[in-house]
């Protein structure tokens, strides 16, 4: 299958600054990314959905202005937790797929990003 | 609103025996399916995924799903259990919100096996 990487895989930052995490498809053109948040022993959280060159899509009750993202190109986004406080710790992931913003092809997965906030 | 639920947060079994992993969805429209396993601190690798193409669908590492339209389910199951399938098993189902078609998850069923 195609391959999504992420970095770093785990961080550890003081609370009040800006951390920010990449998420790269290395095999195929990642039209649309999606980033998700998961507690301990939790589903998926979907956060927001991003297109290439187009502006984040965010879920209801996701402060787009504390979880910047982007999506410059199509092998890569970015999730810029700005401000960073201990409840935004979490682990975060992301997923890319190929395709229109409505395809059900396959959304493949990075291996997360463990976010811990001092 | 498309949806899926997931009876049982944790199951296990022995080395040896039948897995199953029970999955209900709930859809308006004729879904897309999927089963994720997700191993610990790390992303989810897609098992298997039904598309209506055919009704049982075979997956990686000896998994298959049955969709069951009557009973709107979509149960993952394994013939014999290995240690190495000890993991996190998330079903999901496809939702066109927003412009986009997006994964809906459900709440994860853990999959302990034991000697």
């Known amino acids: 299958g195609a391959v999504v990487s992420q970095h770093p895989s785990r961080v550890i930052c003081k609370s009040g600054t800006s951390v920010k995490i990449e998420c790269r498809s290395l095999?195929?053109?990642?039209?649309?990314m999606f980033w998700y948040r998961q507690f301990p022993k939790k589903s998926l959280m979907l956060m927001a959905t991003?297109?290439?060159?187009?502006?984040?899509?965010?879920e209801q009750g996701v402060e787009k202005d504390k979880f910047l993202i982007n999506h410059a190109s199509l092998t890569l986004s970015t999730l810029t937790v700005t401000s960073a406080h201990p409840e935004d710790s979490s682990f975060y992931i992301c997923?890319?797929?190929?395709?229109?913003?409505?395809?059900?092809?396959?959304?493949?997965f990075g291996p997360g990003t463990r976010l811990t906030v001092l | 609103a498309q949806s899926v639920t997931q009876l049982g947060s944790h199951v296990s079994v022995s080395e040896g025996a039948l897995v199953l992993l029970r999955c209900n969805y709930s859809?308006?429209?004729?879904?897309?399916l999927f089963w994720y396993v997700q191993y610990p601190n790390q992303g989810l690798q897609l098992l298997l995924k039904?598309?209506?193409?055919?009704?049982l669908v075979k997956g990686i590492n000896g998994f298959e799903a049955e969709f069951k339209k009557s009973e709107t389910s979509f149960h993952l199951t394994k013939p014999s259990a290995h240690m190495s399938d000890a993991a996190e098993y998330f079903c999901?189902?496809?939702?066109?919100?927003?412009?986009?078609?997006?994964?809906?998850f459900g709440a994860g069923t853990r999959l302990a096996v034991h000697p």
């Open positions: 859809s308006s429209v004729p879904p897309y």
């Open positions: 997923s890319a797929r190929a395709g229109t913003p409505q395809s059900t092809d396959t959304q493949y």
């Open positions: 095999d195929f053109q990642a039209t649309t």
């Open positions: 999901a189902v496809t939702l066109l919100s927003g412009g986009y078609n997006k994964l809906i």
């Open positions: 039904y598309t209506s193409a055919a009704t």
């Open positions: 991003s297109n290439e060159g187009s502006k984040a899509t965010y």
